[in-house]
C-alpha cells in the first residue's frame, strides 16, 4: 500500500495529471462535465499552465517519463482502477465525498469542495459511520421521534417541490394547521436549496470505460434526524414516502450497507 501524505489538487491540476498518466478518457469526461476547454490548441496549453502549479507542489518529477511524481502517479492509477466507490452529495455546502475501495484493508477517500480535490488513504478497519455523518453535517446524535409519522407524497408533487417558489414552502412551515411532521420536512426541505442529498453505490469498470449505479439512496437531513426517501413503490403507485429516522440509526445502517457492498 502506498504510504503518502494528503494530496490536494485543483479540478486543472487532476485533470492534466490523469492525462499525462495516459489517462485521457476520465481527464475528457472531467474536461466536457467542467466544460474547461474547447478544444485541442487549448488543452495543450492548459497542461503546459498546470504544470507549473504541479512543480510548486512538489508533484512534478523531470525523470519520470509521465513528469507526475511517483506518489502521485501511483495514487492516481489506484483511483482510476477502483472498481467500487461510494459517492455522497452534499447539496446544501456542494462537497462530495467519494469513498473507493482499494482492497478488503483499505479506501481511497476523495473530497471535492470549493474546487479542491483532497485524497487520503483510510483504514476500513476504522469504520465509515463518522466519515459519513460528518460529510453530511449532522451531529452525533440519536433523537426520539416516537410519534412521528412518515409523510406519504406522489413523485409529481415532489418534482413539483423542487421547482417551486421558495415562499410556498416557508408557508407550509409556518402553517400550524399543518402536521408538524410536515412542517418540519418543508423547513429542511428550504434550507437544503431545494435538493435531496444522496448516496451512491457504484461500480466502474476502467478497461470497459463503464460505471453503472448498483443503488442510490436519497436523504434530507433534518436538525437532529434525518429524512429517509423510500421511493421502492414509485414505479408501482407514484408513491414515495419520507421516513425520518435517527442520525445515529441512519448512519449505522447506511454503514452497515456500504461494508456489505464492499465486500461481496
Known sequence: ????????????????????CGYDKMAGQILNEQELI????????????TETKLRQKGYWDDNRETGIAKGLEDLLYL????KKKIRCINMRKHRVLLIHLLNKKHSLVQEVKGGE???????NNDGFY?????HFGMRDTETDINGWQPIQMTDELIDELHTSEPELLLT?????NQAM??????????????EFDNISFMKSDYVKDQ??????????????????????????????????????????????VLTDFFNE
Open 1 to 20: 500500500m502506498l504510504q503518502t501524505q494528503q494530496i490536494n489538487l485543483t479540478i486543472n491540476e487532476m485533470v492534466a495529471a490523469l492525462s499525462l
Open 38 to 49: 474547447k478544444n485541442e490548441s487549448e488543452f495543450n496549453r492548459f497542461v503546459q499552465e
Open 79 to 82: 483511483l482510476v482502477h477502483a
Open 117 to 123: 480535490h483532497a485524497f487520503s488513504f483510510y483504514k
Open 130 to 134: 463518522d466519515i459519513l455523518r460528518e
Open 172 to 176: 407550509m412551515k409556518q402553517d400550524e
Open 181 to 194: 411532521a410536515l412542517r418540519d420536512f418543508a423547513g429542511d426541505f428550504l434550507r437544503n436549496g431545494q
Open 211 to 256: 460505471s453503472e449505479f448498483d443503488d442510490i439512496q436519497f436523504l434530507l437531513p433534518g436538525n437532529n434526524f434525518v429524512w429517509h426517501m423510500n421511493y421502492e413503490n414509485v414505479e408501482e403507485n407514484h408513491q414515495v414516502i419520507l421516513e425520518p429516522i435517527p442520525v445515529k440509526t441512519y448512519f449505522e445502517e447506511i454503514e452497515r
